[in-house]
Antibody, heavy 117, light 110 residues
Framework: QVQLVQSGAEVKRPGASVKVSCKTS????????LNWVRQAPGQGLEWMGR????????NYAQKFQGRVTLTRDTSINTVYMELRGLKSDDTAVYYC??????????WGQGTLVAVSS | QSALTQPASVSGSPGQSITISCTEN?????????VSWYQQHPGKAPKLIIF???KRRSGISNRFSGSKSGNTASLTISGLQAEDEADYYC??????????FGGGTKLTVL
């Protein structure tokens, strides 16, 4: 069965960076885009970007251009999201989500990133 | 850049039908069918319920249906049940290989 398992919660200081992992299983890793979506406390979903695991090509939301980087390790079927220059309003739950013909058909469990001084 | 507007909240009684709208601010909305809807219960990850405007994901109740007219997509839930109480988000394919979510709608079952 398809599973996306994310790394654990993180607490970071303002200005720091965070790297969240999303380990996939149960399907052909290179066959589906992986997306990252975040949700601030009490707020809606916000699309951040996506990665093509086959080519490594990425697309990012304009808001995050230059501050986020998506990478992958095909040997362990894992995608990473690194966000730099953290601010308090980056406090959110970060989700990875598989993009198939029907977008975002499987989601990770979410990773809380808290930014606080 | 496209933006999707949803009502902040809707409500209905058990057994009734409700419709949640999702309006795009550009004329491109009508030119493609890449609109999807997600249900999110508190503390849980979102769950895909409708894709390509009208297609119901396997395993989703036929009480959920999608449609689109012009620059507005809609999600209709018929025969409301208590377990339908959740947040609902639309999503559309945007410019330059990006995705965009609506602001979300809180459904209350009275």
């Amino acid at each position: 069965q398809v599973q996306l398992v994310q790394s654990g919660a993180e607490v970071k200081r303002p200005g720091a960076s965070v790297k969240v992992s999303c380990k996939t299983s149960g399907y052909t890793f290179i066959g589906y885009y992986l997306n990252w979506v975040r949700q601030a406390p009490g707020q809606g979903l916000e699309w951040m970007g996506r990665l093509n695991p086959h080519s490594g090509d990425t697309n990012y939301a304009q808001k995050f251009q230059g501050r986020v980087t998506l990478t992958r390790d095909t040997s362990i079927n894992t995608v990473y999201m690194e966000l730099r220059g953290l601010k308090s309003d980056d406090t959110a739950v970060y989700y990875c989500a598989r993009e198939a013909g029907d977008p975002f058909d499987f989601w990770g469990q979410g990773t809380l990133v808290a930014v606080s001084s | 850049q496209s933006a999707l507007t949803q009502p902040a909240s809707v409500s209905g009684s058990p057994g009734q039908s409700i419709t949640i709208s999702c309006t795009e601010n550009s004329s491109d909305f009508g030119s493609h069918n890449r609109v999807s809807w997600y249900q999110q219960h508190p503390g849980k990850a979102p769950k895909l319920i409708i894709f390509d405007v009208i297609k119901r994901r396997s395993g989703i109740s036929n009480r959920f249906s999608g449609s689109k007219s012009g620059n507005t997509a809609s999600l209709t839930i018929s025969g409301l049940q208590a377990e339908d109480e959740a947040d609902y988000y639309c999503c559309s394919y945007g410019d330059s290989d990006t995705w965009v979510f609506g602001g979300g709608t809180k459904l209350t079952v009275l």
